[in-house]
Nanobody, 122 residues
């Protein structure tokens, strides 16, 4: 059983910062890419940032220069540092990871966290 547990969401004023964390636990053989998605009310879920197992990153255009994704492979954890937050960043943020749960897994399986609310006030 694999779990992704997010933390670090909350309420912050525009211009402020938050740091999200997502720790993977359970039966884990290896982790491929990890990422953060968000879903605002009435909108589709969108990719915010992703990081490969080798550390390559990519970002949604609107967060480039403000958000930084990183990972600690020893802790099976991915982070999202969010600076210069805007009201339009308000959403539920979800962690995502491709995980092989055991050594004989033929492929990576996709897992999601439960989501953490980020609210940016004006």
């Amino acid at each position: 059983q694999v779990q992704l547990v997010e933390s670090g969401g909350g309420l912050v004023q525009a211009g402020g910062s938050l740091r999200l964390s997502c720790a993977a636990s359970g039966s884990i053989f290896s982790i491929n890419a990890m990422g953060w998605y968000r879903q605002a009310p009435g909108k589709q879920r969108e990719l915010v940032a992703a990081i490969s197992s080798g550390g390559n990153t990519n970002y949604e255009y609107s967060v480039k220069g403000r958000f930084t994704i990183s990972r600690d492979n020893a802790k099976n954890t991915v982070y999202l540092q969010m600076n210069s937050l805007k009201t339009e960043d308000t959403a539920v943020y979800y962690c995502n990871a491709g995980i092989k749960p055991y050594v004989g897994s033929g492929r990576y399986y996709e897992y999601w966290g439960q989501g953490t609310q980020v609210t940016v006030s004006s």
